[in-house]
């Protein structure tokens, strides 16, 4: 994509979802940490109604360092990975007691340094709790990215580098809500809503077009 329609882009969007957030439901820096963490491989709507049954109990790394790994498993089966993640946010909840007072730290090192914290976790936290102008890639990001033209790459950092340098100043601090809201309810990867898309016409997706999208569906909507 040229510089310009990257800016029509964003402006569009901008002007779609003046305020963009994050659909994981949370109070404070902490809530939304715990909240990313557990939801890789999981869906949102499945980490709320989870979030929503553990946070009136424990919502703090004291009192989530208090449930230990056998008391948190409860609240959190229902999730994939729930061992895994069980694991990780205790040991989380003691690192940030032990280094930070209890604080979520605002840096990335201190907080890629927490157990299972990667980039993409850190990036979210840092935009969304903090309002720095981070990139967070997703599944749905990397699609978007990759498919309109706007950031091309094989991995995630490739994609995120690509989106830092390319997208205006102005807005970067919502571009990665922007993004990943479009990629989850309209350049969606099996069936990907072209003919209701405010950026089609700037969009170098070359099957963006109804027809595509039919003949897609009738061979079984499998798409990238």
Excluded at 49 to 71: H, Q
Excluded at 106 to 128: F, I
Aim: some cysteine; proline content about 5%.
């Amino acid at each position: 994509m040229q510089a310009r329609e990257i800016r029509s882009m964003f402006t569009r969007l901008r002007n779609d979802n003046p305020s963009p957030t994050t659909e994981l439901d949370y109070r404070t820096p902490y809530e939304l940490l715990v909240a990313v963490t557990l939801s890789a491989q999981s869906t949102d709507v499945g980490v709320n109604k989870v979030t929503a049954r553990l946070f009136p109990v424990a919502n703090t790394p004291r009192k989530i360092a208090a449930l230990g790994v056998a008391g948190l498993k409860p609240y959190i089966a229902t999730l994939g990975l729930y061992n895994m993640k069980a694991a990780n946010v205790i040991a989380m909840a003691k690192q940030l007691i032990e280094l930070h007072d209890g604080n979520v730290p605002s840096d990335r090192e201190a907080l890629e340094a927490l157990p299972g914290v990667g980039r993409k976790t850190a990036n979210v936290v840092l935009n969304t709790a903090f309002g720095q102008p981070t990139m967070a890639v997703d599944t749905h990001i990397f699609r978007v990215a990759n498919r309109t033209g706007l950031a091309h790459g094989r991995t995630v950092r490739q994609v995120e580098d690509g989106l830092v340098a390319v997208i205006p100043a102005e807005f970067m601090r919502d571009a990665h809500h922007w993004l990943i809201l479009h990629g989850r309810y309209t350049c969606k990867a099996r069936a990907p809503d072209c003919p209701r898309c405010i950026v089609r016409d700037l969009c170098h997706f070359d099957d963006k077009t109804a027809e595509a999208v039919s003949k897609q569906a009738a061979r079984g909507g499998d798409d990238a």
